[in-house]
Each structure stands twice: as C-alpha cells, then as structure tokens.
C-alpha cells in the first residue's frame, strides 16, 4: 500500500491512517515494520507504535540519470537488492553498461552496500533505540 504522505498534515498523520489501514497486522510476531530513511521513518514509527510491532531501518539509495537528475532510473539497498524502473530507464536511453557503472559506482560510495544500520526497536512512541543485533 502507498500512502501519499502530502495528502495528510504531516508524515505523523500519514503513519497513522496507514496504522489503521493495517491494523489486521497488530501485535503479530510475523508483523516487521520497514522505514526507508529518512521521510519514511516518521511514518513507520506511527505504524510500529499502533501495531505494536518491531522496526527496521532499509537503506536506500536512488540512482538518477546522470543526464537529467530529476528522472529516477531505480534504487539501490543493502544486501544487493537493485530496483529498476523501466520508463526512466526508457525516458533517458541508458545502455545497460552505462546503468551497471552507475550501479557500481553508487554503490562503491555509500552505506548501502554495508547493509542496514542496525535493528530498531520501538521503546516509546517518541523514542527508537539502535541496537547492533
């Protein structure tokens, strides 16, 4: 589900009407809240409060073309996971070298390729703590 977080007050409010739409998934020991640093992380912390379920930070990193940064051509995350999208990828006539060096090389200048930042674990409603388990 995707919530458009501009169609709510603040990404506070946008947590919880998406809480309340997953509400079915409360208090489940299978229920993992995903945040994609950093606007989503207000928003998954509403969620992880309602549902009373644990959080965990992906990093991310967008790769955009190189020609035009406002066209998404896909993203990048830990553990080796690549998303492409192909009308970006279409829009600009990137060969499938010149997406592998980028690939590469954005991923030879971040966090990402080291994996996550560690488990976070809702405390409180307005507190996380990282642990590096």
Partial sequence: MIVDAHAHRDRVEAG????????????????????IPRGGVPIALEVAAYLNAPMDALLARELV????????LGAIAAGGVRLFDDT?????????????????????NS??????????????????????S
């Fill in 16 to 35: 919880e009407f998406l809480a309340r739409q997953l509400a079915r998934y409360a208090s489940r020991i299978d229920t993992l809240v995903l945040a």
């Fill in 65 to 72: 073309s190189p020609n035009d940064p406002e066209i998404t």
């Fill in 88 to 108: 970006g990828i279409e829009r600009t006539r990137i060969t499938s070298a010149q997406l592998a060096a980028l690939t590469t090389s954005k991923l030879r």
């Fill in 111 to 132: 966090t990402v390729a080291n994996g996550c930042i560690g488990r976070a674990v809702l405390r409180r409603r307005s507190e996380v703590a990282l642990s590096s």
